[in-house]
């Protein structure tokens, strides 16, 4: 069992910055690829961006390439996105997510365990 915390959400002007943080406990952190997704309202749940379980490697949604960067560390047990240059189109609630799958996984149900999210609101 994993339990997964978000926290660093808020109200951000466009082309700002936030940093996401998840901090995760439970079993073994560093054999856990972990990602990103978001939801805004009305809208199903996308993914946004996944790091392997070393850290070596990851891959974006387009539209966040470029602008967002996920990053993690094994030895706090936690994963973090920085988000720059952030658009109202931003708005979301975002999720970290965790799976023992292998490879870059970026679908919802390729994820077991999930966070209870973080607001994200971009707007002047």
């Known amino acids: 069992q994993v339990s997964l915390v978000e926290s660093g959400g808020g109200l951000v002007q466009p082309g700002g910055s936030l940093r996401l943080s998840c901090a995760a406990s439970g079993r073994i952190f560093s054999q856990n690829t972990m990602a990103w997704f978001r939801q805004a309202p009305g809208k199903e749940r996308e993914f946004v961006a996944v790091?392997?379980?070393?850290?070596?490697?990851?891959y974006y949604r387009d539209s966040a390439q470029g602008r967002f960067t996920i990053s993690r560390d094994n030895v706090k047990n936690s994963v973090y996105l920085q988000m720059n240059f952030l658009k109202p189109e931003d708005t979301a609630v975002y999720y970290c997510?965790?799976?023992?799958?292998?490879?870059?996984?970026?679908?919802?149900?390729?994820?077991?365990?999930w966070g209870q999210g973080t607001q994200v609101t971009v707007s002047s």
């Open positions: 997510a965790a799976t023992n799958r292998i490879g870059l996984p970026t679908v919802v149900y390729e994820y077991d365990y």
């Open positions: 790091i392997k379980r070393s850290g070596a490697s990851t």
